[in-house]
C-alpha cells in the first residue's frame, strides 16, 4: 500500500510537470508568433534585416518575419521634419564676425540610404550646414549679408539636398532664422537707422511745408483771379449801365428837341394859316424886344427889321422925358 501510493504521487507530480512544460513552451509560441507580426503605421518604414544583413524594407500594412533570424534594424519616420541648430560664428567678406542660426526641414526619402548611409544622418546635416554657411557668408559683406537672406537660402537648400541625398535625405528648405552681428555693429546700425528716420522726417516736413506754400500760393492765385473777374464784370456792369443811360438820356434829349422843333413848327405853321397883319407882327416884335431888354442880359442883338420901331420907342422915351423936365422947372420957387 505504501510503494502505491509513492507511485502515485510522483505520477501526479510527473503529469504537473509536463503540463506546465506544455503549458510554458504553449506561451513562448504565442510569444514568437506575436513578435513575427509587424504592423507598420501611417507615414513610417521598418528597415528588416535577415542575419546582420539588409532583407526589405517595409513600408504600411500588416508584415511577417522569420523568427530568430529576422528583425527590424531601424523604424524610420517618412514625414517631413524640422531641426533647428544652434548660431554658428561667420565672418563676411568684410572681415565683420557675426552668428548665424539655421532651421532645415528635411524629409527621409529611402529608408535604406538613410540606415546604412551615413551613422548619425543629424550630426551630419549640422556640420554640413555650418560649412556651407560660412562659404556662403565669405562671399558676401556685411550689408549683402543682411539683405541677401533669401539668396543665401536658396543656395543653401541646393548644397545640401545634394549633399545629402546619398544619406536617402531630401532638403526641403533652409531659414536663417537669426542674424546676430557684433554690438559695436548693431549700435552703428541703430544711429544709421535713426539717422535715415530723422532725414525720412525732415523730408516729409520739408515736403508738407511746400505743399502747404503751393496751395496757400494756388488760393491767393484764385482769389486774385475771381476778384479780377469780378471786378472786371463790374466794369463792364457799370460800362453798359452808363452807355445805356447816356442812351437813354440822349434819346430823351433827342425826343425833347423834337418835341420843340415839331411845337415851333406848329407855331410857324399856324401862324401862317393865320396870316396875322403887319400891326400883329409889330406889336409881337415890340413884346419880344421889351423880353430881350428886361435887364438880365449883358449883350442884345436887335434885328434889322425891328430897329425902326426901337427908335421910335427911343424918341418917345426922349420926349417923354423933356415934358418931365419942363414940369419941374416950372414948379422950382
Not at 531641426?83 to 529608408?111: C, E, H, L, S
Not at 434819346?251 to 400891326?279: H, W, Y
Amino acid at each position: 500500500m505504501g510503494n502505491y501510493a509513492l507511485l502515485t504521487k510522483s505520477s501526479e507530480l510527473i503529469q504537473d510537470s509536463v503540463f506546465i512544460g506544455f503549458a510554458f513552451i504553449v506561451v513562448i509560441v504565442i510569444i514568437l508568433i506575436t513578435s513575427c507580426i509587424k504592423i507598420v503605421p501611417q507615414a513610417t518604414a521598418y528597415v528588416l534585416e535577415r542575419l546582420g544583413g539588409y532583407q526589405a524594407t517595409w513600408n504600411v500594412g500588416i508584415h511577417f518575419k522569420v523568427p530568430i533570424i529576422d528583425r527590424v534594424a531601424k523604424k524610420v519616420v517618412l514625414k517631413e521634419q524640422v531641426v533647428d541648430f544652434a548660431p554658428q560664428p561667420v565672418i563676411t567678406k568684410d572681415n565683420v564676425t557675426m552668428r548665424i542660426d539655421t532651421v532645415v526641414f528635411y524629409q527621409i526619402t529611402d529608408p535604406k540610404l538613410y540606415a546604412y548611409g551615413v551613422e548619425n544622418p543629424i550630426m551630419a546635416i549640422e556640420n554640413l550646414t555650418a560649412t556651407t554657411l560660412r562659404n556662403i557668408i565669405g562671399d558676401l559683406e556685411l550689408d549683402e549679408t543682411l539683405t541677401s537672406r533669401e539668396i543665401i537660402n536658396t543656395k543653401m537648400r541646393v548644397s545640401l539636398d545634394v549633399a545629402t541625398d546619398p544619406w536617402g535625405i531630401k532638403v526641403n528648405r533652409v531659414e536663417l532664422k537669426n542674424i546676430i552681428p557684433p554690438a559695436a555693429i548693431q549700435d552703428a546700425m541703430e544711429k544709421q537707422m535713426k539717422a535715415e528716420r530723422e532725414r525720412r522726417e525732415a523730408i516729409l516736413i520739408a515736403e508738407g511745408e511746400k505743399k502747404s506754400t503751393i496751395l496757400v500760393a494756388e488760393g491767393k492765385k484764385e482769389s486774385a483771379i475771381l476778384d479780377a473777374q469780378a471786378e472786371k464784370e463790374a466794369a463792364i456792369l457799370r460800362a453798359e449801365a452808363k452807355k445805356e443811360a447816356t442812351i437813354r438820356e440822349a434819346e430823351g434829349q433827342a425826343e425833347a428837341i423834337m418835341i420843340v422843333q415839331k411845337a415851333n413848327a406848329d407855331g410857324i405853321t399856324f401862324l401862317n394859316e393865320a396870316r396875322p397883319s403887319d400891326q400883329v407882327i409889330t406889336l409881337k416884335s415890340l413884346e419880344a424886344f421889351a423880353k430881350a431888354a428886361d435887364g438880365k442880359a449883358t449883350k442884345i442883338i436887335i434885328p434889322s427889321e425891328i430897329q425902326g420901331i426901337a427908335g421910335l420907342v427911343k424918341s418917345v422915351v426922349e420926349v417923354g422925358g423933356n415934358d418931365n423936365k419942363s414940369n419941374n422947372n416950372n414948379v422950382k420957387p
